[in-house]
C-alpha cells in the first residue's frame, strides 16, 4: 500500500480532506462517568458494528499486534475516542489524535510503529462516521430497495441503494449512479440520497453506492468499485426495468473525479477492478460532475511525484489524457471561487472535449466556492434537466 503520507498528500492537494493538516479537538480523557453511562449503549452498538468491520479495518488485529496491553487508562480513551467518532457531526479525525497521543504519552506504541497504527485508526473512523444527508429531501413518488451488494471482496461487501420512480419517464427507464464525495476517505452513500431520490422523483431510477476508502485501499481499487457498481446495474437491468444502454453517473468533488473516469474510461481493463459480473461493460451514456478534478495540464510533474505516481499511473488515472471519440457526454458545475478544486480544472476538460468536437457543457456559479451544491436541490436540479435531455430521448 502507498505510504500513508503520500496517500494524505493526495486527499490535501485535490480534495483538502488531510488529517494531519487539522487542529485535533482538546478532548478531556477523564470524562465524567455519568455521562459515559449514559452512552454505554451507543459504545455498545459501535463495537458490534466495528467487529463486524473487522476484516476490513482491521482495528483489533492492529491493537493486539501494536497495542498489546491494554491499560485501563487505554481502555478508557479508546472509549471516548470511540463515542467521539460514533456522534460527531464533523470529519471524526478530530477524535484520533489525541488517542494517539495518549498512546504515545503511555508508552502503548513504538515510535516506527505510529504511522501503521495511525492508518489503522482513521480508516476506523471514516469506515465508523455517521454520515448524514446533503440535504432534506422528502417524496413519496419513489420506491426504495435498499443495501444490495454489488460488489464483493475478500474482506469488503459494497452495497448500494436503489430508487425507482412510482411514474417512470420510459420504459425501460435511464438509470444515474450517484457517487458522493468526501477526499475519498469519508462520508457514505447517505450522503448523496436526496440527489438519488430527486432524479427518481422525476422519472428517472437512481442509485446511490458505497466504495471502499483512503487509507485502507488505493485510489485505483475504488475507482474500480465505480466500475463495478456500473457493471452490477447492467447485470441487473432487466430484473428492475432498467435500460442497460442508459446509465449517467453524478458525483461531487471526489465523486466527480470518479464519475468523470467513468465517462472516459469505459472498458479499459487496468481499470475495472475484480469487483464482479467481469461480463458486463463499464460504459456509461452521461456524466454531470460538480467541482470536477481534472489531473490536468496544471498538474505540474513535482505534484505528480509528490502524489507518488509515475507519470504512466498518473495519465491512467487521469479523466483529462483518457478523453477520446468514445467519452460520454459531459455537463460541469463549478464555482468561479473554488479553492479546493480549481475553475481551471473544469476549464480544462471542457477545452479537451470542445477540441475533439465532443458534447460538454460547463456553467459557472458565480461567486460560489467548493461547497455550493450542498445544503440544496440547485446542482441536481441543473443535473436532472440534463440526464433527461441525453437519457430520455
Same mark, same amino acid.
Given at each position: 500500500?502507498? +505510504?500513508?503520507?503520500?496517500?494524505?498528500?493526495?486527499?490535501?492537494?485535490?480534495?483538502?480532506?488531510?488529517? &494531519?493538516?487539522?487542529?485535533?479537538?482538546?478532548?478531556?480523557?477523564?470524562?465524567?462517568?455519568?455521562?459515559?453511562?449514559?452512552?454505554?449503549?451507543?459504545?455498545? /452498538?459501535?463495537?458490534?458494528?466495528?467487529?463486524?468491520?473487522?476484516?476490513?479495518?482491521?482495528?483489533?488485529?492492529?491493537?493486539?499486534?501494536?497495542?498489546? @496491553? %491494554?491499560?485501563?487508562?487505554?481502555?478508557?480513551?479508546?472509549?471516548?475516542?470511540?463515542?467521539?467518532?460514533?456522534?460527531?457531526?464533523?470529519?471524526?479525525?478530530?477524535?484520533?489524535?489525541?488517542?494517539?497521543?495518549?498512546?504515545?504519552?503511555?508508552?502503548?506504541?513504538?515510535?516506527?510503529?505510529? /504511522?501503521?497504527?495511525?492508518?489503522?485508526?482513521?480508516?476506523?473512523?471514516?469506515?465508523?462516521?455517521?454520515?448524514?444527508?446533503?440535504?432534506?429531501?422528502? @417524496?413519496?413518488?419513489?420506491?426504495?430497495?435498499?443495501?444490495?451488494?454489488?460488489?464483493?471482496?475478500?474482506?469488503?461487501?459494497?452495497?448500494?441503494?436503489?430508487?425507482?420512480?412510482?411514474?417512470?419517464?420510459?420504459?425501460?427507464?435511464?438509470?444515474?449512479?450517484?457517487?458522493?464525495?468526501?477526499?475519498?476517505?469519508?462520508?457514505?452513500?447517505?450522503?448523496?440520497?436526496?440527489?438519488?431520490?430527486?432524479?427518481?422523483?422525476?422519472?428517472?431510477?437512481?442509485?446511490?453506492?458505497?466504495?471502499?476508502?483512503?487509507? $485502507?485501499?488505493? #485510489?485505483?481499487?475504488?475507482?474500480?468499485?465505480?466500475?463495478?457498481?456500473?457493471?452490477?446495474?447492467?447485470?441487473?437491468?432487466?430484473?428492475?426495468?432498467?435500460?442497460?444502454?442508459?446509465?449517467?453517473?453524478?458525483?461531487? &468533488?471526489? +465523486?466527480?473525479?470518479?464519475?468523470?473516469?467513468?465517462?472516459? %474510461?469505459?472498458?479499459?481493463?487496468?481499470?475495472?477492478? %475484480?469487483?464482479?459480473?467481469?461480463?458486463? &461493460?463499464? @460504459?456509461?451514456?452521461?456524466?454531470? +460532475?460538480?467541482?470536477?478534478?481534472?489531473?490536468?495540464?496544471?498538474?505540474?510533474?513535482?505534484?505528480?511525484? +509528490? #502524489?507518488?505516481? %509515475?507519470? /504512466?499511473?498518473?495519465?491512467?488515472?487521469?479523466?483529462?489524457?483518457?478523453?477520446?471519440? &468514445?467519452? !460520454?457526454?459531459?455537463?460541469?458545475?463549478?464555482?468561479?471561487?473554488?479553492?479546493?478544486?480549481?475553475? /481551471?480544472? $473544469?476549464?480544462? #476538460?471542457?477545452?479537451?472535449?470542445?477540441?475533439?468536437?465532443?458534447?460538454?457543457?460547463?456553467?459557472?456559479?458565480?461567486?460560489?466556492?467548493?461547497?455550493?451544491?450542498?445544503?440544496?436541490?440547485? !446542482?441536481?436540479?441543473?443535473?436532472?434537466?440534463?440526464?433527461?435531455?441525453?437519457?430520455?430521448?
Amino acid at each position: 500500500m502507498r +505510504g500513508l503520507i503520500q496517500i494524505l498528500t493526495l486527499v490535501a492537494i485535490f480534495f483538502s480532506c488531510n488529517p &494531519s493538516d487539522k487542529k485535533a479537538k482538546n478532548i478531556d480523557f477523564d470524562w465524567p462517568s455519568s455521562q459515559q453511562k449514559g452512552n454505554d449503549s451507543d459504545y455498545e /452498538e459501535f463495537m458490534e458494528r466495528l467487529r463486524e468491520n473487522e476484516p476490513y479495518i482491521g482495528f483489533f488485529a492492529a491493537e493486539k499486534k501494536y497495542i498489546g @496491553t %491494554t491499560t485501563p487508562k487505554y481502555l478508557e480513551a479508546r472509549k471516548i475516542c470511540f463515542q467521539g467518532i460514533n456522534g460527531s457531526k464533523e470529519e471524526p479525525f478530530d477524535f484520533v489524535d489525541p488517542f494517539i497521543e495518549l498512546c504515545k504519552e503511555e508508552g502503548l506504541i513504538k515510535l516506527n510503529e505510529e /504511522e501503521a497504527w495511525e492508518s489503522v485508526l482513521i480508516t476506523l473512523s471514516y469506515e465508523m462516521y455517521p454520515s448524514m444527508p446533503i440535504f432534506n429531501f422528502i @417524496t413519496d413518488q419513489v420506491i426504495e430497495l435498499r443495501s444490495l451488494t454489488f460488489a464483493e471482496y475478500p474482506n469488503k461487501k459494497l452495497e448500494l441503494d436503489l430508487f425507482i420512480p412510482k411514474r417512470p419517464i420510459k420504459k425501460p427507464m435511464p438509470v444515474v449512479v450517484c457517487i458522493h464525495g468526501g477526499g475519498f476517505v469519508v462520508n457514505k452513500r447517505i450522503w448523496f440520497e436526496p440527489f438519488a431520490k430527486y432524479l427518481a422523483a422525476n422519472g428517472m431510477a437512481a442509485v446511490t453506492i458505497d466504495y471502499r476508502k483512503l487509507t $485502507a485501499v488505493e #485510489l485505483k481499487d475504488i475507482v474500480g468499485d465505480s466500475k463495478a457498481a456500473v457493471r452490477w446495474i447492467r447485470a441487473n437491468a432487466e430484473n428492475y426495468n432498467i435500460d442497460p444502454d442508459k446509465i449517467g453517473a453524478i458525483g461531487a &468533488s471526489a +465523486g466527480a473525479y470518479l464519475v468523470a473516469l467513468l465517462g472516459t %474510461t469505459g472498458e479499459m481493463p487496468e481499470l475495472e477492478g %475484480t469487483g464482479g459480473n467481469p461480463n458486463f &461493460s463499464s @460504459t456509461i451514456q452521461a456524466v454531470f +460532475g460538480i467541482a470536477t478534478p481534472a489531473f490536468g495540464p496544471s498538474t505540474s510533474p513535482e505534484r505528480i511525484a +509528490g #502524489l507518488g505516481f %509515475t507519470e /504512466e499511473e498518473f495519465n491512467l488515472l487521469s479523466p483529462y489524457q483518457n478523453i477520446d471519440q &468514445s467519452s !460520454a457526454p459531459l455537463f460541469l458545475l463549478h464555482g468561479t471561487e473554488d479553492k479546493i478544486v480549481p475553475p /481551471e480544472s $473544469a476549464q480544462e #476538460l471542457y477545452d479537451k472535449y470542445k477540441e475533439l468536437g465532443l458534447h460538454v457543457q460547463l456553467e459557472w456559479v458565480p461567486n460560489e466556492g467548493h461547497g455550493f451544491y450542498e445544503g440544496k436541490d440547485f !446542482a441536481i436540479s441543473r443535473a436532472t434537466e440534463f440526464f433527461i435531455s441525453r437519457l430520455a430521448e
